[in-house]
């Protein structure tokens, strides 16, 4: 997903053992959301497809079982993998948290702000700052293992596939760099500014650009896919693909239904009586995407042909993208509510409120939840 509010705020995995790791790690996001109920959360939206959809249910009541305070606001998601909790704040310190208690593991304290939320990638971190540079530090102990620099800010965050790493940046280019080493492989170079997250989808990668194009990147060779896609406007927003469907919403109050497969577009949904603002990802499973706008409202869209199925209207807007889980859908709002809707009809289930605002979006793994706010607080709720 990409948040908007650090603007604003900030004057802004011997390698074969590596490899078999990350290979391993990544074939668990391949399988697709729904296949199992995911342990970890290494990606803000969940696996390497940014569906921000998992068969997790739970539990109808959630507790606080733990917080941890960061210096800073907090405006990206949390990552979790095995015991780790990982997070930036927007002062650019990033922080590795304990699972179990949520007790600080380490700290790395860097120069800039953090836009994107960092990846997991095996034994990993991945992160991109805003000033454009990509850093790789150890899980385990936080220590730097390897730096890249782009020529524009980062405000999406990075993806792997088999043993590299693709990183987006608002020079209007999409990096590829080894992931043991950092060493760059390719280059692909759009018409505009990248805001969004990679997407994988087969053997390619999908951006959405302020080209207002959707971009198909092959994964070996960086080259373009085919023709690009139109999308009539800009976008921040990261493709969510699942099966052979891709979702795009854009700034502009639409939102496209792709089969990323046969390179057609499905669908488009707008909303002709109160035009809507795009600027978060979708979140889909099996039969609906939830688009989240900045209109205040939450909207189930068919996925296969793109008519609106029900509306939930929160009090103020969203600017964190939503995530299904199971029968449920999860909003953290800036007015600092996490709001807990039915995926069904959209009735409200469930709401915690705190004194903050939700800038980004929950992660959910195993039965645990968590969540960070503008106060730079982290919430592991169960």
């Known amino acids: 997903m990409t948040d908007y509010g650090l603007t604003a705020r900030v004057h802004q995995i011997c390698r074969f053992a590596i490899s078999l790791v990350t290979l391993v790690w990544v074939g668990i996001g391949l399988a697709g959301p729904e296949s199992l109920v995911a342990q970890d959360w290494p990606f803000p939206r969940g696996d390497v497809q940014s569906s921000g959809s998992v068969a997790t249910e739970l539990p109808d009541s959630l507790t606080v079982v733990w917080e941890f305070k960061a210096d800073e606001a907090i405006e990206v998601t949390p990552v979790v993998s095995g015991d780790r909790v990982v997070v930036g704040d927007v002062m650019g310190t990033l922080y590795a948290l304990s699972r179990s208690d949520g007790k600080q593991v380490w700290r790395h304290d860097f120069d800039t702000g953090f836009?994107?939320?960092?990846?997991?990638?095996g034994d990993k971190v991945i992160a991109g700052d805003i000033d454009g540079s990509v850093y790789a530090l150890a899980l385990d102990d936080g220590k730097q293992l390897w730096k890249q620099s782009t020529d524009g800010e980062i405000s999406g965050s990075a993806t792997v596939f088999g043993n590299q790493v693709l990183v987006a940046s608002q020079d209007g280019k999409l990096y590829c760099y080894d992931l043991e080493t950092g060493k760059p492989v390719w280059t692909y170079q759009a018409d505009d500014q990248i805001r969004c997250s990679p997407t994988i989808a087969g053997e390619m990668t999908l951006l959405g650009g302020c080209d207002a194009k959707l971009h198909g990147v092959d994964l070996k060779t960086g080259q373009a896919a085919g023709d690009q896609w139109p999308i009539d406007g800009p976008t921040g927003s990261t493709p969510a693909v699942r099966d052979?469907?891709?979702?795009?919403?854009?700034?502009?109050?639409?939102?496209f239904g792709f089969d990323w497969k046969q390179k057609k577009m499905l669908w488009r949904y707008e909303d002709f009586d109160q035009g809507q603002e795009y600027r978060s990802s979708a979140a889909i499973n099996d039969k609906v995407a939830i688009v989240s706008s900045q209109r205040k409202n939450i909207d189930a869209l068919d996925l296969k042909t793109g008519k609106r199925l029900w509306r939930y209207t929160l009090r103020r807007r969203a600017d964190a993208s939503p995530v299904i889980a199971g029968d449920d859908v999860w909003v953290p709002a800036s007015d600092g509510r996490l709001v807990r809707l039915s995926v069904d009809d959209g009735s409200e289930k469930w709401v915690y409120e705190i004194r903050g605002s939700f800038v980004s979006g929950v992660a959910i793994a195993g039965k645990q939840l968590f969540v960070a706010d503008d106060e730079g607080v982290v919430r592991c709720f169960q």
Not at 244 to 255: E, H, L, S
């Open 244 to 255: 052979a469907f891709a979702i795009v919403p854009i700034m502009d109050g639409v939102v």
């Open 115 to 121: 836009l994107a939320s960092p990846i997991i990638a």
